[in-house]
């Protein structure tokens, strides 16, 4: 049978165009001329106004299609959505629905496999085995087994074809390729080329329709090493304790995603499989896509792959109904992260008008701009940090309160605040306008995120796993937008009391953790050059070739100029009334580290006619926002919303540059919270990796990371010194940036301007953007020059180095690094291959070879980082987390690989093709036009760098790819940084990499 009998008709039906929708069924498109069948008709749902314009299918056997057709690019975002999450794991078998998710990339017996017959009978074994496995308890037993297992799972693994799935969705020019599971659903996610619809249908539903679960213990050690990252996740912690508080009966509380150690350690095969069989039919499956898609040929595609599929019974999931609870239940969390306290209330589930409430709640507490915490704890400095979330989920709905402390002040104190907050709702203590400037506010966030095919595609998933009619998902919209303040009032006086969970997490040393045991896997071959027969017939198919579209900076942004001089980069927004308008200077933090702290210090002041927290309704009330950000070289000024509001929102912001109030309260508070936050950020373990140790690595002592005032320095400002700062920005040379839909110059049509103050709405005339602009922009003539710009020299690394740092973890994260050349145009086509080709996804060769062939660790990377500024340096970075005993293995492993690069040209030709692909699909459009443009101007170009690796990449050979890794990779001097507890970490195996040395937190922080 032909696996692709419907590419033929591809070419003929892209050209056809799609019948409009004018009743809830439409004939799919036409078949080939030959078939003497009549077209099959397909029903579908539709729903009036639906800003997606979404069509909703349900195929014969049970399978739910969502399609929406928006042509941003040539791409289509796919989700297959399962409605089987972790509260559907058996009790006994907890973190079951996440490891089958893994175990869905495995293949089935058509993909990942040589020889089928031959892998068959030693996959049976392995199953065997695990079964008698996880009933034994005597150590010495267990151990024996394991080592049957691991020789097992050897002879298996040479039939196997490992990451065959990576690989094929690789070939067809995916991107993205992942999956999550949740406590309601696991998700598989693919962004795939609209021309590889089929290949893409044709795979889904082979690995939909079969599991095999293959290569087994060496993903069920990746799942380990995913625990032992959550182990070291202290907010992970955190809400796993807040929920066992919330629901000590539901599986929500009772369970967790990643399953318990006892679980993990003991897998059965057999229960997975069960699993499988019972919530992967297609009656409890969804297909969400969104993306440049024809709705009546893709359906057909679908049909012809998924509809072959049987449905099945679905196991009923009966909630477990939680007692109300009467009185705070407390817990403490200990671990060496800052100090918080989280508060946590329980509702019903998602499709209750009380999860709506809550939500509305939930934003009038925190909105970013104008809600109660956002104002009278953030705006006014009470605590360090402060914000509020809902989690929605079928069942049940969490509202949870956060917050840290400042430095002093206690968790009960920040607790307090928190529900002191709620009780201002329950008085009414807020303005009338802010529901409905909320409701507003949130129909704009949806406008801007449907620009998105994820975002359409992720909500076709969250109505499908909530069990909503289509109509009815989006019904809730409108019923969000008829709460009224007397509504939420009530229910907060009614709902919240002292009916909540209280976790205090605090930091120490955890003594109740327990890492997973590291077992004795012998690494399985990977069998790169191998291809399963079904890889080869897909790969084989020809599709339409799409053609990549690059940027032409001179056509695609218009250059205007200002009165004053000023330059302006103009990109037309047609799809929308939001707009986005930027001020960028080419100054930074390295010429004055106080530039910083002056953007920070402006979210705290207001002007003569506003005070701090009014300035910040007003902004609200007009559906726009604000920000001041400053970084080593640049500083951006930023104002965003709705373009018919940018008059009045730019005169206000404007107003705010040029006259901000000094505020001596406000500054001596935001200094105490910046050295509180200092203090908190050498506890966090992300922030001494990735920053402070990389940026000592790269430039010594000092360095970016380290440029900053010192404490006295801080406590020394006086108010003045900051507002000048902002109050000079506009008087340096600078660039305005805008996306949006106003006309460059010259009168708009007719705007209606809509206020939440009570004075209704007013009809203007909206100006053009230069004028706007011209009338609006202060400015001094003339502007003053730019600073010139104050780089940090890089060091060389001239010797082999390993600096370290203790941390208490039960993992341990290791980066090398090593310096390469400095930037060059000429190299980005050779790099941007040997990155797909060596450690740039999960088909790649360290993915292969750490995680796949020796399970040594759950996340590892490895990538020749360009830089992003002309005459600076390009440098290797490889990452690994490994649990601490597993760290010697796992860095000779990445060192070698480093040394000599495995030769696999079927893995080339993929990288080759993912990376011709992901161009000729890729569109650069909106607001990231104009960013494009400023990225390339930084590396001193005036073209699409994008068309130099289209043409040159797929045209390098393994032999110029491997001169260009012995030349710049092998045997480079490198800098391994390492993050682990002393207690754990083998320094004799450090010490083979280079001198040793331990760094203190002051060493790499600067204080």
Not at 353 to 359: D, I, N
Not at 830 to 858: C, D, H, P, W
């Amino acid at each position: 049978m032909l696996l692709f009998p419907a590419l033929a008709a591809l070419s003929l039906t892209q050209c056809q165009t799609s019948k409009p929708a004018v009743s809830s069924t439409a004939p799919a498109s036409t078949t080939p001329a030959a078939s003497p069948a009549q077209p099959k008709e397909y029903k579908y749902e539709t729903v009036a106004g639906d800003p997606l314009k979404a069509r909703i299918y349900t195929l014969d056997n049970g399978l739910t299609v969502y399609l929406s057709d928006y042509k941003d690019a040539p791409r289509i975002q796919t989700y297959l959505a399962v409605r089987a999450g972790s509260k559907n794991d058996p009790a006994s078998a907890t973190g079951l629905a996440h490891y089958l998710e893994h175990m869905v990339f495995k293949g089935t017996s058509r993909l990942g496999t040589q020889n089928w017959a031959a892998e068959k009978p030693e996959l049976d074994k392995i199953e065997a085995l695990y079964e008698v496995y996880r009933t034994q308890t005597d150590a010495a037993a267990r151990k024996k087994l394991y080592h049957q297992i691991d020789s097992v799972s050897g002879v298996a693994a040479k039939y196997a074809v490992a990451n065959e799935y990576d690989k094929v969705m690789g070939a067809i020019g995916a991107k993205g390729s992942n999956a999550y599971t949740s406590v309601e659903q696991t998700v598989y996610q693919e962004d795939i080329p609209s021309n590889q619809l089929e290949k893409w249908a044709a795979i889904q539903s082979e690995r939909l329709g079969e599991l095999v679960p293959r290569l087994f213990h060496t993903e069920l050690e990746a799942v380990y090493e995913e625990k032992n990252r959550g182990l070291d996740n202290d907010f992970s912690k955190e809400y796993e304790a807040l929920n066992r508080s919330l629901y000590p009966t539901h599986p929500y509380g009772t369970q967790t995603t990643i399953g318990t150690i006892q679980h993990l350690q003991n897998p059965s095969i057999t229960e997975i499989k069960k699993y499988f069989g019972q919530y992967y039919g297609p009656n409890n499956v969804a297909l969400c896509l969104s993306g440049d898609l024809d709705y009546d040929q893709t359906i057909r595609v679908i049909d012809q792959y998924f509809g072959k599929l049987q449905s099945r019974p679905v196991p009923a999931f009966t909630p477990a109904q939680e007692a109300p609870l009467t009185a705070p239940v407390v817990q403490e969390v200990v671990g060496p992260d800052a100090e918080n306290v989280m508060v946590g209330f329980r509702f019903p589930g998602t499709t209750t008008h009380e999860a709506l409430l809550v939500r509305m709640i939930d934003k009038v507490l925190t909105n970013g701009q104008a809600g109660l915490i956002d104002l009278n704890l953030n705006q006014q400095q009470k605590v360090l940090q402060a914000t509020s979330f809902a989690d929605v989920n079928n069942d049940y709905t969490s509202h949870v309160l956060y917050g840290t402390p400042r430095q002093g002040q206690s968790l009960a104190a920040v607790r307090d605040l928190l529900l002191a907050q709620l009780e201002e709702i329950k008085q009414g203590n807020f303005p009338d306008w802010l529901i409905p400037a909320i409701i507003n506010n949130e129909q704009l966030q949806r406008t801007k995120s449907y620009e998105s095919n994820e975002a359409r595609a992720g909500a076709f998933v969250a109505a499908f796993v909530a069990r909503e009619n289509w109509q009815d998902f989006l019904a809730q919209y409108e019923e969000f937008g008829k709460i009224t303040k007397a509504e939420v009032v009530a229910f907060a006086k009614q709902n919240y009391g002292p009916n909540y969970a209280l976790i205090y997490k605090r930091t120490g040393k955890d003594l109740t953790t327990a890492k997973v045991v590291k077992p004795a896997i012998t690494p399985v071959p990977v069998n790169r050059d191998a291809a399963s027969a079904f890889y080869q017939e897909v790969t084989a198919q020809k599709a339409p070739e799409l053609r990549p579209v690059f940027l032409d900076y001179k056509k695609d942004i218009q250059e205007l100029k200002l009165a004053s001089g000023v330059p302006v980069y103009y990109t037309r927004n047609t799809e929308n009334q939001l707009f986005n308008l930027y001020y960028v200077l080419d100054l930074g933090t390295n010429n004055d580290p106080r530039l910083g702290l002056a953007a920070d210090y402006l979210q705290y002041l207001g002007t003569d006619k506003y005070t701090a927290a009014q300035l910040q309704q007003e902004f609200y009330k007009l559906g726009c926002s604000f920000g001041v950000s400053s970084g080593p070289d640049r500083v951006f000024v930023s104002l965003s919303g709705l373009d018919r509001n940018l008059e009045p929102a730019l005169q206000l912001f404007e107003s705010l540059l040029a006259n901000p109030k000094p505020d001596a309260a406000a500054l001596k508070n935001m200094v105490a919270g910046t050295l509180k936050a200092r203090k908190d950020a050498k506890l966090n373990k992300q922030v001494i990796l990735q920053q402070a140790l990389v940026n000592y690595a790269k430039y010594g002592p000092k360095n970016p990371f380290t440029s900053q005032l010192s404490e006295k320095q801080l406590k020394a400002l006086k108010p003045q010194d900051l507002t000048a700062l902002t109050k000079k920005l506009t008087s340096y040379q600078h660039r305005v940036l805008y996306y949006g839909p106003r006309k460059t110059a010259g009168p708009a049509a007719e705007v209606t301007s809509k206020h939440y103050d009570g004075t209704g709405t007013e009809e203007m005339q909206a100006q053009g953007l230069t004028d706007v602009l011209n009338q609006l922009h202060k400015t001094p003539a003339p502007l003053l020059p730019v600073p010139a710009n104050k780089d940090f020299a890089e060091l060389p690394i001239n010797s082999r180095q390993v600096y370290w740092v203790d941390y208490n973890m039960v993992q341990a994260e290791i980066l090398f690094l090593t310096k390469g050349d400095v930037y060059d145009k000429a190299l980005v086509p050779t790099t941007s291959l040997y990155n797909e080709y060596f450690g740039g996804s999960m088909g790649s060769i360290v993915f292969q070879e750490l995680r796949e062939s020796k399970a040594l660790a759950y996340a590892v990377s490895s990538s020749y980082a360009n830089a992003s500024k002309l005459g600076r340096s390009n440098y290797i970075l490889s990452y690994i987390g490994a649990q601490s005993d597993k760290v010697p293995e796992a860095m000779a492993g990445m060192e070698a690989l480093l040394t000599d690069m495995p030769v696999a040209e079927a893995n080339l030709q993929i990288a080759k093709d993912a990376i011709r692909n992901s161009i000729a699909t890729e569109r650069i459009t909106k607001a990231d036009i104009l960013f494009s443009y400023e990225r390339a101007k930084r590396l001193g170009l005036d073209y699409d760098l994008r068309r130099d690796v289209y043409e040159q990449a797929p045209n390098l050979t393994f032999a110029q790819l491997q001169q260009f890794q012995q030349a710049k990779i092998k045997g480079q001097n490198q800098t391994i940084l390492v993050i682990g507890s002393k207690d754990r970490l083998n320094f004799k195996e450090l010490a083979k990499y280079g001198q040793l040395h331990q760094l203190t937190l002051k060493e790499i922080f600067g204080y």
